[in-house]
């Protein structure tokens, strides 16, 4: 049969050898020998016999009937090492129920099944398996009553990798660790490692190791008193450096480059790829100081069918088998208690000593990274509003540098967090910048940051029209009725995979406007009645020496009227967190649970 019973590649059943057809040998003439030949027949009569009686006591019953088709689906990386197994399964007979069982083994991304049994996410085609080997665990948090794992095919920790040449490199500037990996992804800290080294990583929506490598590294973080920013600047970082696949990792991994590339990756693929490939430059797994997470294989039993589940149950024994666990070793695996097998070695990039483990988290911690991966992931629109008005001229603080410059300037540090894929803007704010009562005027308009303008990116115009920005000296603060035009833009141009927000730059006056305007109740109201939370427009505010409790309490009001956030720093280093704070909002909004007030 085709398809799923298919069974002459990998059920590999006994077929004796072809043999042509009898000859009687040429007559020869009777002579001292003769009365032996009768004897020799009878005895090999007897042998023959004895030899079919043999075969036939011991075949297995019921195989030359319809065979037991199992559908066997691996992760890429272990399915050769799987149907090996498999064919060795076959050719012994194996049977349930009195039937033998033919095995075919596929090999698929764990997150295309496990998208496919969830019903969510994209696929690459239909997948309907017995047996189940998705790389890691991790894969069955996102599934509703998943069904507890047989056994362990393997394991294989995730570590850090690096080209030979990489490596000798970073022992002078790296030490190999989850620590380092986030101090040199950080985003908020460009200045420090991530001037020497680049990482690389393994989109977690994809690849089980790229996901392990964000749990391990979220794992010290927390461990050390890292901050929420520093989790954020990690993956904001990670997010715009992400590779498709592990191949793709080690071709960025072995090109020369002026910061040393290093990855996140399994063990097994690094031994793969030296010992396939024969690279000229080698990779080389860095074992993380504080442990690591190791991917596990689950043996997953999906059938329906009850003779297909026997047979699956069946397989996933032979899996867990010695001969299985010697299989795996040699294709660069652990056993499933991470004893290496004499493969792992420094001349393939590794090593057979088994690392310290960090325990992966409860499925609530998966689930709420993968959501705070999502968020950055998503598009950014931003319209940014600055304050021009006379009173962004005054000190910002003991060094003397204005209001304007200090917000200005960390503005520009703040945009290199934005990929060129997302779209700002600027409006200045003042009064009666556009005619009496119109107090605001865009400056750029909103637009990807890659975008040319005039033979120039968007990114260079806004940054040449932050460091010129100049307060009006007697210029009043418009604030409300900026604040009502923008949110009217921004909510009828909202793009749904975008993240919508509004931010606003000022100072601790607030709405100051001779000119009447909307009062400090109107404008609540109006943003309250037009705040849609399926369709989020928030408004964050960064409100510069903001003193009075009533103006503090306005601005809260109106952030938190939209599921924004108000910021009050009082320095200027303050300032420099309050973009990733701003970030940081989408890992739980619209409810951060603290009102908005920071």
């Not at 490692?193 to 391990?216: E, I």
């Not at 904001?236 to 191949?247: A, G, H, I, K, Q």
Request: charged share 20%; aromatic share 6%; with cysteine.
């Amino acid at each position: 049969m085709g398809g799923r019973h298919r069974t002459d590649e990998l059920d590999g059943g006994f077929e004796p050898p072809y043999e042509p057809p009898y000859e009687p040998p040429p007559r020869r003439r009777a002579g001292r020998g003769s009365v032996l030949v009768p004897l020799a027949g009878a005895v090999a009569l007897a042998v023959l016999l004895g030899v079919a009686a043999y075969v036939v006591v011991n075949k297995s019953p019921g195989c030359a009937g319809e065979k037991v088709s199992l559908s066997v689906v691996a992760s890429p990386d272990i399915q050769p090492a799987i149907k090996k197994i498999a064919s060795r399964f076959g050719q012994a007979g194996k049977s349930v129920d009195g039937r033998c069982v033919a095995v075919t083994v596929k090999a698929a991304q764990s997150a295309d099944v496990a998208n496919g049994l969830a019903g969510t996410g994209p696929t690459s085609g239909k997948l309907d398996p017995d047996l189940w080997i998705p790389d890691s665990s991790l894969w069955l948090t996102g599934l509703k009553s998943a069904p507890k794992p047989a056994a362990n095919a393997a394991s294989t920790p995730v570590v850090l990798a690096a080209s030979r040449a990489g490596a000798d490199k970073l022992q002078s500037a790296f030490s190999p660790s989850w620590t380092g990996l986030m101090s040199a992804a950080n985003a908020a800290n460009p200045d420090g490692l991530a001037k020497k080294v680049r990482v690389l990583a393994l989109d977690p929506t994809q690849n089980a190791a790229g996901l392990g490598a964000l749990l391990a590294g979220a794992a010290v973080l927390n461990q050390g008193g890292g901050s929420e920013e520093t989790l954020v600047g990690v993956l904001r970082r990670l997010s715009e450096s992400t590779v498709p696949s592990p191949d793709s990792l080690f071709a960025t991994l072995t090109k020369a480059a002026a910061r040393i590339p290093v990855g996140v990756t399994s063990e097994q693929a690094v031994w793969s790829y030296n010992t396939t490939t024969t690279p000229s430059n080698p990779a080389v797994a860095l074992y993380p100081a504080e442990g690591t997470v190791s991917l596990d294989y689950p043996l997953i039993v999906t059938a329906r069918d009850a003779a297909a589940r026997k047979a699956a149950q069946a397989f996933a024994a032979e899996v867990s088998s010695p001969s299985g666990r010697k299989t795996v070793q040699d294709y660069g695996f652990r056993t499933p208690d991470g004893k290496g097998g004499s493969l792992l070695k420094p001349d393939n990039g590794v090593s057979a000593k088994k690392p310290a483990t960090i325990p992966l988290p409860d499925a609530a911690a998966v689930t709420r990274l993968s959501q705070a991966w999502h968020q950055i992931k998503l598009g950014t629109k931003l319209l940014a509003l600055m304050d021009i008005s006379g009173t962004m001229a005054l000190p910002a603080d003991k060094s003397g540098i204005t209001r304007m410059r200090a917000i200005t300037d960390i503005s520009v540090e703040g945009l290199k967090l934005f990929p060129d894929k997302a779209e700002i803007g600027i409006w200045a704010f003042s009064d009666n910048l556009q005619g009496k009562g119109v107090d605001w005027k865009p400056v750029v308009h909103i637009g990807p940051l890659a975008q040319q303008i005039n033979g120039v990116t968007r990114r260079d115009v806004i940054t040449k029209a932050l460091q010129s920005a100049q307060a009006i000296p007697t210029g009043n603060t418009g604030l409300n009725d900026t604040l009502w035009a923008a949110y009217q833009k921004m909510t009828k141009e909202y793009e749904p995979d975008k993240v919508n927000t509004i931010l606003l730059f000022t100072d601790g006056v607030g709405n100051d406007d001779p000119n009447g305007g909307i009062s400090n109740t109107e404008i609540l109201r109006k943003l309250k009645g037009a705040f849609d939370p399926k369709r989020p427009v928030s408004l964050l505010i960064i409100s510069y020496n903001t003193q009075k409790d009533e103006d503090r309490t306005q601005m809260t009001s109106i952030a938190k009227a939209t599921g924004g956030a108000a910021f009050f720093p009082q320095t200027v280093l303050e300032i420099r967190n309050i973009f990733l704070k701003g970030i940081a909002r989408r890992l739980c909004a619209p409810d951060c649970g603290d009102g908005g007030q920071r």
